[in-house]
């Protein structure tokens, strides 16, 4: 299943993205990824070693202590942008690639 987080009243996002949490295993999301990008919906996984948003991936602002709910979390978060062109018709569009997508994958 999605599990889209709720933003959090203290900020006030762009909204030129979506996050969603993904309750699947490791090899479960690498499969999910793989599914949408093969559907034309390249998703980042935060917990990417490219994923700027990846904690790990900040030379000059390492942790000095384990993270591991952290870590859990940006196993399972991906990033999926949303252009400012779409119309209302192509975010039913994007929602179907992602249900097939997670269809491929859980009804596997």
């Known amino acids: 299943e999605f599990d889209i987080p709720p933003y959090d009243e203290r900020v006030r996002p762009v909204k030129d993205s979506l996050q969603i949490n993904l309750q699947m295993s490791d090899e479960q999301v690498g499969a999910f990824l ?38 859990r979390l940006i196993k399972i978060a991906i990033d999926i942008r949303l252009p400012a062109t779409f119309e209302p018709e192509d975010f039913d569009q994007m929602a179907a690639v992602l249900r097939a997508a997670r269809d491929d994958v859980m009804l596997a």
Do not use: H, M, Q
Request: contains cysteine; aromatic residues 10%; charged residues 30%.
């Open 34 to 71: 793989a599914a949408t990008k093969r559907r034309g919906i390249p998703a980042g996984l935060f917990g990417s070693p490219d994923n700027a948003r990846n904690f790990r991936c900040w030379e000059y602002a390492l942790p000095k202590t384990d993270l591991p709910r952290t870590e």
